[in-house]
């Protein structure tokens, strides 16, 4: 099994409509993020959590929320999606810097089609 | 990612040697990575260097470190046809603790 779980994997929905995708984790890692993949644009991050309690917006957050539900799991919700929207979402662990090299684990990817 | 700049298409042939470039803006950043992103998939860490370095060599992939103009390199020897991927280039924003992406680097190898 994979160690960073999304889902779904890919998802088409109509402007308006409210998503959520869900992530997540076996490695045990108290970092979370949600990253966007546009092409020739790379990952940009849209929330990040550092434990539970803990929730930043990242560069790109309008338009986005996220729910930090347990040390494992993360999910991100658009509330009324748009077609700018469409675009690779990826949920991302890690340990911090300090106690490793600060490296990210990323699933597998969730292909979110607004229409 | 507009911190992080790296071209975004390279082309080589099988056999030969890859260059991928990237500079960087945060020159107090512990770590600099290279993230590989094959098709349909997520992005696996390919290698790291530590800012205290100039050289890491790890099989066929050499990473070279000029923190005077913040630039990195990663070479990859004798590529191969499974090499094709998007390679990115990442820094770690001390300032922020977080990671900051390029914008992907597509190489191509021509069998």
């Known amino acids: 099994d994979a160690d960073v779980t999304q889902t779904p994997r890919n998802r088409i929905t109509k402007t308006g409509k409210r998503i959520m995708l869900e992530c997540s984790q076996t490695?045990?890692?108290?970092?979370m993020y949600w990253y966007r993949q546009d092409p020739g644009l790379g990952l940009r991050l849209i929330y990040y959590?550092?434990?539970?309690?803990?929730?930043n917006k990242g560069e790109i957050s309008d338009g986005y929320s996220v729910s930090r539900q347990a040390q494992a799991k993360f999910s991100l919700s658009l509330e009324s999606a748009i077609p700018n929207q469409t675009a690779l979402y990826f949920c991302?662990?890690?340990?911090?810097?300090?106690?490793?090299?600060?490296?990210?684990?990323f699933g597998e990817g969730s292909r979110l089609t607004v229409l | 990612g507009e911190d992080v700049e790296q071209s975004l298409f390279l082309s080589v042939r099988e056999g030969d040697s890859s260059v991928i470039n990237c500079t960087y803006t945060?020159?107090?950043?512990?770590?600099l990575y290279w993230y590989k992103q094959e098709p349909g998939a997520g992005l696996q860490l390919l290698t790291y260097?530590?800012?205290?370095?100039d050289m890491k060599q790890d099989q066929r992939l050499t990473v070279l470190l000029n923190k005077k103009d913040k630039h990195l390199s990663l070479r990859i020897a004798d590529t191969q046809t499974g090499d094709s991927a998007i390679y990115f280039c990442?820094?770690?924003?001390?300032?922020?603790?977080?990671?900051?992406f390029g914008p992907g680097t597509s190489l191509s190898v021509i069998p």
């Open positions: 260097i530590f800012s205290n370095m």
């Open positions: 490695k045990g890692h108290d970092r």
């Open positions: 991302a662990t890690s340990d911090p810097v300090g106690q490793n090299t600060g490296e990210l684990f």
């Open positions: 990442a820094e770690e924003k001390t300032s922020y603790d977080k990671v900051i």
């Open positions: 959590s550092f434990d539970v309690k803990d929730i």
């Open positions: 945060d020159s107090s950043s512990t770590y």
